[in-house]
Every structure is written in C-alpha cells, then in structure tokens.
C-alpha cells in the first residue's frame, strides 16, 4: 500500500461518521413528504380498492385501470397495454434526463380471500386476496411518482419520472416481459419497494428462479387386461420427482427445489399416457439456476428412457436474482432515517398481537424499528424485480406492513394489508421511494455513483431472459 493511500485511508476513519450520501436541497425533499402527506386519503383509497379488486396475474383489469386513471388526473401521459400485457401501463411526466422510474405492482394471490379483520375469516369464498400486500406496493410508488411529478411541474427538479404499472408479478413474471421488450433501456435509475414484516434498504439480493413444465407422453392400455402393451407417463413423472429427490444430497446448500403434480393420469384401471410436473429451481444466483436446469434435464431424460415414454422440458418463466446498487441502498437508507417514524396506535398493537397469536409467533406486535444497511441475511424468495436490476440500476427498500413473524402469502397478510398498519407502511414508502428521487434528480453526483456501481457490476453482462420467446401467456378474457 502507498504512503498516500494510506494517509488516504487514515483521513477517511477518522472522519467518524459517513459523509451524508446526497447533497440534494433538503427543502425539496420536505415539499416531496408534504405532498405525499397531502396525497394520503387518495393513495389509502386507491390501496383499498386495489385489496378490494383483489386481481390475479394478468386479469388485473380493475386495478390497472384505477391507477392509469389516477395517473392521467394528476397529469401524466399514460401508454396502456406494453409489452403485449393488457393490464401493463407507463404513466410518464417532464422530459429529458434523468429518466427515474418507479415500480408499482397490483396482483392478488390465489385462494386468500379473507376480511381485514385479526382472525381468519373469509370474505368471499374461493376468491383471491392480496397475500403480499401488491395494493399498497402500487399506490405507495405512484403517489411518490406523483410527488416528484410536483416538483418536476413547479420547475424544481428537472428530466422525466415514469410509473411503471407492474402486473403479474406473483405469476408469469410481468416485469421480465417489460425488460425483454426493451422499456427500460432509457432508464437512469429505477426505484422499487415491497411490504415486508420489517423495514430496511435492501443490500442482498434475493434468489434466482426458473419455472419449468416437465411432461411426460407414454402409451395407454387397459391397466389389468394388456398392462404389457401400457407405458406410463406416471410412472416417468414418479421416477422424475424421485431423481429431483435423490439430487437434494448433491446440490448446494443454496438450492431450493420444490414441485407439484398437476396431472397424474385420470383413472386407475387406465395406464396413463401423460402426466406432468411443475417445478421450480431457486439459488442466490442465476448461474447456479442455469446448472441445476441442465441437471434436471437430464433427470427427465433419464426417467423418460426407464418407463419408455418421452419428455418435454418447458422453460416457462423465471427471475434473475436482484443485482444489488450499495449506493443506491445508503441513499434510501438515510431517507428512511430522516423521516418520522412510524408509530402504531394500541388499537394496532392489538390487531398485530391477534395476528401474531393465531401464527403461533411471539405476539410482540408491530416493530416500526429500521434495519441496518449491513450484515443483512440472505433471504429465500425471488422477485421479477431482479430482472429489471441487471438492466438498469435498481434501488430496492422493504417496510414493514404487518407484523413480524406471521406468515408471508397467507391471510394475517392480506389482512394487515386492508386496514392502517399497512397504509402507514405505504406511507412511509411513498416517502422514502420520493425523498429518493429527489437525491437522484438534484444531486448528479448520487446518481453518477449509482449509475457507476452499475456499471461496474454489469460489465461483459449478456442479459438472457428465461421466458419463451413470444407474447405473454394473458389469459383469455372470462
Ligand atoms: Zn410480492
């Protein structure tokens, strides 16, 4: 090491704190909370209607038209139906660079209607609900679309914001379709958010997914009568799970790999000749995904040639993990450090006890604390985001919209999603997701850092989408 750079490195610890990540004029920053504060009865309303619609992937009609509607009021050109999903929508305001962008997701869950109330009670049966809290994710990043669209409007800031309207994020992968056709490639920086059961700026990346279809085609025969001239897709499907099962031993620590068997044949006294399995491979990082695809191949192969039937590998869908922007996470960070807290009434405190009881967690109730930029954990789950993130800087913040502990795609979430503990988490994410956007308009250098990691962090990158080539699966209208 040099004498410089050590003196260098010397001057920097003794500075004691980090120098404060952006020089943005703090005055713009308290007219972006003022106007997310002023904006409060409307996003509340619009989460609401969204919990109410309660729209699976790609038939979020309802909820993309309220949003789209909402952003045209507040003045932004909206382009509908991009990237061949009619339920997808750019709202855009101003002109010129920087170009920020905003992530805002909608769809519901299968199956998880329930009413926001602390104990599982339906409110229609069989009907989706929105298990991950998507009705507060949407109306959180347009109401701080449209805070910074304020600032834009009144001169103060300059360049272009866009709402991105995200659908299917819990299925099919909207976003990846978004990437893959190309609307992010003028992007500067993008901004996103999720409900969580805590509250950090995100510095780990979550997992790598790929989506398959394994199918088996065999030959039918009577099961008792001729069973000798029958070759089971069944039993191709049963030695299939069973290699998935014997491979456990033999991956990383890191994979996650979890099926089910949407067909198994139709009656007993048949011998199936086709069945199915639906699988998903997960690892920290895309690159360990691509691996245990080329071996799950080859174990549909295999299965395939010992019941003597063939196999069809279909790559469906699939997330590349999220490429984390340090930069980036230490401007939300001090964001979310500067803003009030969020404080839970006892009433709150109860309902998240209540929730919490019925999980079988310590009912310790709501925990408004903010977690550190470092030593995160690693955490299981993937994301449509991280296709986004190798595509363009991507900023990623989570806040705490139920309490700790209760379980995630699940009723306590859509539950705590329909009343006031989640919209002072959508609340407190507008105006984290706002402030942010205000460093990266008014201070250049924090977006040249930002901008910079990026670069660094995706250099000799070749981005390969693991949905088909084609349009989006939207379903037909019902
Ligand atoms: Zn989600």
Avoid at 24 to 53: M, T, Y
Avoid at 389 to 399: F, G, I, K, Q
Avoid at 402 to 431: D, E, Q, T
């Amino acid at each position: 090491m040099s004498l410089v750079l050590a003196a260098l490195l010397l001057s920097a610890a003794s500075a004691g704190a980090p120098p404060a990540p952006s020089k943005a004029d703090p005055r713009k920053k308290e007219a972006a909370i003022a106007s997310i504060d002023a904006q409060c009865a409307d996003l509340v309303s619009l989460a609401d209607q969204v919990w109410g619609f309660a729209e699976t992937a790609l038939r979020e009609t309802r909820s993309a038209a309220l949003l789209a509607g909402h952003a045209e009021k507040h003045g932004f050109r909206v382009e509908r139906g991009v990237a061949g999903m009619p339920t997808a929508f750019v709202a855009t305001f101003g002109q010129g660079r920087p170009v920020i962008a905003v992530l805002g997701e909608y769809d519901a869950l299968p199956g998880l209607s329930q009413k926001a109330v602390p104990e599982r009670a339906v409110l229609k049966e069989g009907a989706p609900g929105h298990g991950c809290g998507h009705n507060l994710f949407g109306a959180a990043s347009l109401g701080a679309a449209i805070a910074v669209k304020d600032l834009i409007a009144a001169g103060k800031l300059t360049g272009t914001v866009r709402f991105y309207g995200t659908p299917a994020e819990e299925a099919v992968g909207g976003k990846v379709y978004l990437t893959r056709d190309g609307l992010f490639r003028d992007v500067d920086a993008v901004l996103a958010w999720h409900p969580d059961d805590k509250t950090q700026a995100d510095t780990e990346g979550g997992q790598a997914v790929v989506d398959l279809m394994v199918e088996f085609h065999g030959r039918t025969s009577h099961a008792a009568f001729d069973p000798w001239n029958g070759r089971s897709a069944l039993d191709a499907a049963e030695l299939f799970t069973h290699g998935v099962n014997m491979m456990r031993e033999h991956v990383k620590p890191s994979v996650r790999m979890h099926y089910v068997i949407p067909d198994g044949g139709d009656v007993p006294n048949v011998v199936p000749d086709h069945a199915k399995v639906w699988i998903w491979a997960r690892d920290f990082e895309r690159k360990g995904v691509a691996d245990v695809l080329d071996r799950l191949r080859k174990v549909a192969e295999g299965a395939a040639l010992m019941a003597g039937v063939t196999e069809k590998v279909t790559v469906q869908s699939g997330d590349y993990e999220m490429l984390v922007n340090q930069a980036g996470a230490r401007l939300l960070d001090a964001n979310l450090r500067r803003l009030d807290p969020v404080t839970y009434t006892p009433e709150e405190q109860a309902f998240a006890r209540a929730l919490q009881k019925s999980a079988g967690v310590e009912p310790v109730g709501m925990d408004a604390s903010i977690g550190p930029l470092e030593g995160q954990e690693k955490e299981g789950g993937s994301t449509d985001v991280g296709d986004v993130s190798w595509n363009a800087p991507t900023l990623h913040v989570s806040v705490v919209t139920a309490p700790r502990g209760v379980p995630w795609h699940a009723w306590p979430v859509v539950a705590a999603g329909g009343m006031s503990i989640g919209h002072k988490g959508m609340v407190l994410a507008a105006k984290t997701l706002a402030t942010t956007m205000v460093d990266l308009f008014d201070d250049r250098a924090a977006l040249a850092a930002v901008r910079a990691e990026f670069a660094a962090k995706t250099k000799g990158f070749v981005y390969q989408p693991f949905v088909p080539d084609g349009p989006p699966p939207v379903p037909k209208a019902e």
